[in-house]
């Protein structure tokens, strides 16, 4: 499957996307963008379970604080695969319930 994200992570030198979230570079900058949305879901104000959703994968590396946003799981998945605000349409093709589990930690 062609997966846009990694190819960005691999420009930056990472063998994959996994190995850019992995990195201190974004373990920093999530925290940044959970502790600026006051740890709590842009969406629905939730404080469960946050994650840092990219609307883009073209600024990996120098994120915006634009292009990320703070998501509690729930809205994490329905981002990627609900019915509202499908930005990521190459997500749409891995719908497996393997690759389902590995995307919502993106
Ligand atoms: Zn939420
Ligand atoms: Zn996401």
Known sequence: ?????????RALGYSCYDEYLRSEHWKKVRKEV??????RCQRCGSPGRLQVHHKTYEN???????????VCRECHERIHFGPFYIDDLDLLESTDDESFTN???Y
Not at 60 to 70: M, P, R, T, W, Y
């Open 1 to 9: 499957m062609y997966d846009y994200s990694d190819e960005c992570a």
């Open 34 to 39: 959970l502790s600026s949305a006051g740890n």
């Open 60 to 70: 990996i590396g120098q994120e915006h604080v634009n292009d990320l946003l703070a």
């Open 103 to 105: 995307r919502i930690a």
